[in-house]
């Protein structure tokens, strides 16, 4: 497998006049979390679909684990895990009846199904809910559950497709628990993402996607880097203000102060988050300048891509 | 990780994957009855009520051309009633394993995709059985007396045949409208379709024009077809297609399987567009 997990190169899409990917590539390593960041309608879910056999590409190549994702689609599927928006379990049947039906499925046979039904509801901490109809779960326990589904023969690459949207903070802490559970037994996970910080928390690599192609491929801290990690934000009431804001600001801080005249802003970028932001909120209330709004800012995706692109993720430029 | 061996047999042959992949998802199918088994009763509901209404309150002043009791020609008329609206449940099955993921999920596994479908097929079959049995059973207790032996075999056989060519409609539905809301809908277009056949009303006591294409409705010819079998041949009209009724009921399934298996396998496999 030469160590790749995932490689795909100048993979194609088109959906009509839509190129869904666009000379798309990827590499993931074997035994690492790698995260594909990107807006709605980038292009995230098609690769997946793609690399797990769902949907046929129309151009370029791909491999997982070591086979082509055309001429051995059956192989892949025997080593490949998939959860996420668009594969999911019964809900009519109950947690245990759900894997033991896709272990048999996956031909393990009733006894083995069973058994290894029962292991992965006590994983995936579900044994007290397990003969409850799956539609009387919470959010976090489907997400678990269909985790659960996708780990029945301890795939070697698992897609997690936005594992996480549309849930809880809770809910979301309990599936990234699972997924580096995961990873520490030896899974390749490909996890697409809107959240940077999704991305950030499990992912050692990765890769910003575009308009179906990718536009970047770095390090969570080297994406960070680019967008120069946290800011302290301030907005004034009064235009006039600014001058000042920026003088208390540029002395507190480390880094050079951006002032947004229209917007009545002034941001620069911290390290020591928490002194930087009492040290700014005192001052400022000392020198008696009113003060609308004080806040620390975590970089997001839309800073990623303003920077990598010099336009916002469409939902953005909707709003 | 694990302590279970998730080694998979590959002795297998292809077609006993199939075979027991096509069991599990009949499994599945079954399952959902026993956990939600108010289903059945919705879904017999409206044959139920439809027999309690036309029989007994509409009951005396339907009449059945040439003479006879309407009851004869209501029961069998119920039966295929209950088959046609068949196809709804189909349809909404697989449009809510589609829309929420399900039929992907199989699809990303290394079983047989075509189980997806013949497994449905079978699950909705063994359903049509115990609809029928319920639906005779009901009309046994109201006074309907068939005859026994090959004939009621047969009878039963034939209800089955268009049940079956109806999965098949359902399927390529199912994979069609774009969301389970919408299959609710379907009732709206079935129910006219089975009223304007000879279920209720024989096609010879309609408007010339409406009569012919009754009669001409592939599932009047299973009504008058198991009336005939069932030893209680009323209501039967001139034109050929009712003379003809034993071999149309065998011949519209094929003509509708034709149609619509095409149909549906060509649905199923636009999923991996």
């Not at chain 1, 490909?190 to 575009?210: F, H, K, P």
């Amino acid at each position: 497998m030469d160590g790749y997990a995932v490689r795909a190169e100048a993979l194609e899409k088109r959906y009509g006049e839509k190129r869904a990917l666009d000379s798309f590539d990827l590499e993931v390593r074997e035994g690492t979390v790698h995260g594909l960041l990107g807006p709605n309608g980038a292009g995230k879910t098609t690769a997946v679909r793609i690399l797990s056999t769902l949907i046929r590409l129309d151009g370029g190549s791909a491999t997982v684990a070591g086979l082509d994702v055309v001429r051995q689609a059956r192989e892949v599927r025997a080593r490949i895990g998939l959860t996420g928006q668009y594969a999911a379990v019964d809900e009519v049947l109950t947690g245990r009846q759900n894997l033991e039906m896709f272990g048999r499925l996956f031909h393990l046979g009733g006894r083995r199904a069973r058994l290894r039904a029962a292991e992965l509801l006590e994983q995936f901490d579900l044994t007290d809910a397990a003969d409850k109809g799956v539609g009387k779960y919470s959010g976090g326990m489907r997400r678990r559950l269909d985790l659960a589904a996708s780990m029945i023969l301890a795939p070697a690459v698992l897609f997690l497709d936005e594992p996480t949207t549309g849930l809880d903070p809770r809910s979301r802490g309990e599936v990234w628990q699972s997924v580096r559970a995961l990873v520490a037994g030896g899974t390749t996970v490909l996890l697409t993402t809107q959240y940077l910080e999704e991305a950030d928390r499990l992912a050692s690599r990765i890769t910003v996607i575009d308009q179906g192609r990718a536009i970047a491929d770095d390090t969570p801290d080297g994406l960070k880097n680019l967008v120069g990690g946290d800011r302290i934000e301030v907005v004034v009431a009064e235009r006039s203000d600014i001058p000042q804001v920026v003088k208390v600001v540029a002395r507190v801080t480390d880094g050079e102060p951006e002032a947004d005249e229209t917007e009545l802003r002034v941001h620069a970028p911290v390290t020591d988050r928490v002194t930087a932001l009492t040290e700014v909120a005192r001052t400022l209330q000392d020198e008696g300048v009113r003060v609308e709004d004080i806040g620390l800012r975590r970089p997001s995706l839309d800073d990623v891509f303003l920077r990598l692109t010099g336009h916002r993720t469409e939902k953005e430029a909707a709003a | 990780m694990s302590a279970t061996d998730l080694s998979t047999p590959s002795s297998r042959s292809g077609t006993y994957w199939l075979l027991a992949d096509c069991w599990n998802i009949v499994r599945r199918g079954l399952t959902h009855y026993q956990r939600q088994p108010v289903n059945i009763a919705w879904q017999l509901g409206f044959p139920i009520l439809s027999v309690l209404l036309y029989g007994y309150v509409f009951g005396s002043a339907m009449t059945v051309p040439g003479g006879g009791d309407y009851k004869d020609f209501l029961m069998p008329g119920m039966f295929v009633m209950t088959m046609a609206f068949g196809f709804i449940n189909t349809a909404t099955v697989v449009v809510h394993d589609s829309t929420k993921g399900v039929i992907d999920r199989f699809r990303s596994m290394p079983m047989a995709s075509s189980a997806v479908v013949a497994g449905r097929g079978v699950t909705d079959l063994i359903v049509a059985c115990a609809e029928l049995a319920i639906m005779m059973l009901t009309a046994l207790a109201m006074g309907w007396r068939p005859d026994g032996g090959f004939g009621f075999l047969a009878a039963f056989g034939l209800l089955l045949w268009l049940r079956f060519a109806l999965i098949w409609i359902g399927v390529w539905l199912g994979l069609l409208v774009p969301n389970p809301e919408a299959a609710g809908g379907l009732f709206a277009v079935a129910f006219p379709l089975t009223m304007i056949s000879s279920i209720f009303v024989a096609p010879q006591l309609m408007p010339d024009w409406l009569g012919w294409v009754a009669a001409w409705n592939p599932i009047s010819s299973t009504a008058a077809a198991s009336r005939e079998l069932f030893g209680t041949p009323v209501g039967g009209g001139d034109s050929w297609v009712e003379q003809h009724a034993l071999l149309m009921a065998g011949v519209w399934p094929v003509v509708l399987t034709a149609i619509f298996l095409p149909l549906a396998v060509r649905r199923f496999r636009k999923l991996s567009r």
